[in-house]
């Protein structure tokens, strides 16, 4: 009965909610499921719920209907670790030494890491024949799931903090790390039940990448000891490479003195970043890229990103560079192929 009125109460709060949550994005269910990491989530019951007889009508035994219910109360999550970090040391630094038993026996779950870096040898894992590495994490307790997921992400963040020279300004995070997030987000954003919208390349809501107290200064419990998370809404461009030196240019996205950059604050309300063009290439640990961010909104991001993919184009054309993943496909262009 416990069980049947939490399930009855959840919906009840759902049906009350005022339309205008409706229009919120499904991509804020990457910080949760918010029930999971928020520890709001209810169990759910056996699939008779208080009725100890099989469909049959056959009855079964307590424990028999336990068992059952705990197989179907099983959650399983997944989390893709983007190629460039796709390692075996990375795998070691993140099971490795012990580490894998430690984590299961705290977030009473199970690991399981397939895929290119992992060293796994059994095809029949899932995962095993991707081209990254692919974490499935399965338990009864999706709040634990959740804090398991955000362990495991805050311990790429470190690896990618501890091999990568420390910045001139403490307050500007690695190179790299930019694009972490945004892949971890991107991630668990795909990962969540509750997501529709499994658009690739999408902008998406992440913890942010600058100032650097937010990573170095991190606690459990966030804003018990240190700064709790920031969030802002993110997403990530490829630069172009010139065909003939494979040099990457992004120098023409800041503009004369920086203007550009200052353009894309006012008009977009938006923070871009441009990584791997001036001299700091031997920092980074991924490709060249741009991180366009904002505290204000989806929207923001995505005008932001469109005003860059034109003015990438046009630079493409006219100093014959071209990306490795090929042009981003914009909205309006989406609309125009469907019909």
């Known amino acids: 009965q416990t069980a049947n009125s939490n399930e009855q109460l959840t919906i009840f709060t759902q049906n009350q909610q005022p339309a205008c949550y409706s229009t ?18 209810t169990p759910r019951g056996g699939e008779h719920g208080d009725d100890n007889r099989v469909p049959s009508g056959r009855p079964v035994s307590s424990t028999a209907n336990n068992d059952q219910a705990m197989e179907d109360d099983l959650q399983v999550r997944t989390m893709e670790v983007p190629r460039w970090l796709s390692t075996t040391d990375v795998t070691s630094h993140l099971v490795g030494r012990g580490k894998k038993k430690i984590l299961e026996t705290e977030y009473e779950c199970t690991i399981v890491i397939a895929g290119h870096g992992s060293g796994t040898k059994d095809p029949s894992m899932p995962g095993f024949h991707l ?60 990962a969540s039940p509750k997501t529709k919208d499994h658009t690739p390349n999408r902008t998406v809501l992440a913890r942010s990448h600058y100032p650097m107290i937010y990573h170095t200064r991190r606690t459990i419990e966030e804003g018990a000891n240190g700064p709790p998370t920031k969030k802002v809404w993110m ?7 010139d065909d003939s030196t494979s040099e990457y240019h992004g120098r023409f996205l800041a503009g004369k003195q920086g203007s550009l950059l200052e353009y894309y604050r006012t008009k977009f309300n938006c ?7 001036w001299g700091d290439d031997d920092d980074l640990m991924c490709a060249p890229y741009v991180l366009v961010t904002s505290e204000e909104g989806k929207s923001n991001v995505d005008r932001c ?16 560079a071209s990306r490795a993943g090929g042009r981003r496909i914009l909205r309006g262009e989406m609309q125009m192929s469907d019909s």
């Open 131 to 190: 081209p990254h590495l692919h974490i499935t994490m399965s338990g009864h307790d999706v709040r634990q799931l959740g804090r398991l997921r955000r362990a495991l992400e805050d311990s790429l963040i470190d690896y990618v903090i501890e091999n990568t020279p420390e910045q001139e300004d403490s307050r500007n995070a690695p190179p790299s790390l930019g694009r972490l997030l945004y892949s971890l987000a991107l991630s668990a954003a795909n």
């Open 24 to 41: 919120i994005t499904a991509d804020y269910n990457m910080f949760s499921d918010a029930d999971e990491l928020l520890g709001l989530a």
């Open 305 to 320: 990103l469109q005003f860059i993919e034109h003015r990438v184009r046009e630079h493409e054309e006219k100093y014959g």
């Open 235 to 241: 997403n990530v461009v490829e630069l172009p490479q």
């Open 271 to 277: 923070r871009v970043d441009i990584y791997g063009v």
